[in-house]
Nanobody
Framework: QVQLVESGGGLVQPGGSLRLSCAAS????????MGWYRQAPGKQRELVAA???????NYADSVKGRFTISRDNAKNMVYLQMNSLKPEDTAVYYC???????????????WGQGTQVTVSS
C-alpha cells in the first residue's frame, strides 16, 4: 500500500503565501516524478508543477515566477511554495507521485486526497 497525504492548505488573502506539503508512505522502492495538480469548481484538473527525480522542474504558465516546487527524496516528500496568490488560484490541490513499489513491479501514479486552497479577501 502507498499513501500520499497533503497538508498546508487554507484561506489566504490575495498577495499572500502558503506552503503545501505531501508525504508519501508505505511500500516504496523508488519515487519517480512528483507533482501538484489543482481542480477548481467546474474545471478540469490541471498540472500546476512537476519535479522528476533528476530535480528539473516544470510549471504551468499561470504560476511561473510565483510558485516553487521542491522535493526531499530522503523523506519522500514534495512541497509547493505558493507566493503572490491570486483569487484564481483557488482550488483543491492534489499531490501526485509516480511510484515503483518493488523492482519487479511497474510504476503507478498515486494521488493524495486533496487540500483546499482559497484565496479571498
Amino acid at each position: 500500500q502507498v499513501q500520499l497525504v497533503e497538508s498546508g492548505g487554507g484561506l489566504v488573502q490575495p498577495g499572500g503565501s502558503l506552503r503545501l506539503s505531501c508525504a508519501a508512505s508505505g511500500s516504496i522502492f523508488r519515487i519517480n516524478a512528483m507533482g501538484w495538480y489543482r481542480q477548481a469548481p467546474g474545471k478540469q484538473r490541471e498540472l500546476v508543477a512537476a519535479i522528476p527525480n533528476n530535480g528539473l522542474t516544470n510549471y504551468a504558465d499561470s504560476v511561473k515566477g510565483r510558485f516553487t516546487i521542491s522535493r526531499d527524496n530522503a523523506k519522500n516528500m514534495v512541497y509547493l511554495q505558493m507566493n503572490s496568490l491570486k483569487p484564481e488560484d483557488t482550488a483543491v490541490y492534489y499531490c501526485n507521485a509516480n511510484i515503483k513499489r518493488a523492482p519487479s513491479l511497474l510504476a503507478h501514479d498515486y494521488w493524495g486526497q486533496g487540500t483546499q486552497v482559497t484565496v479571498s479577501s
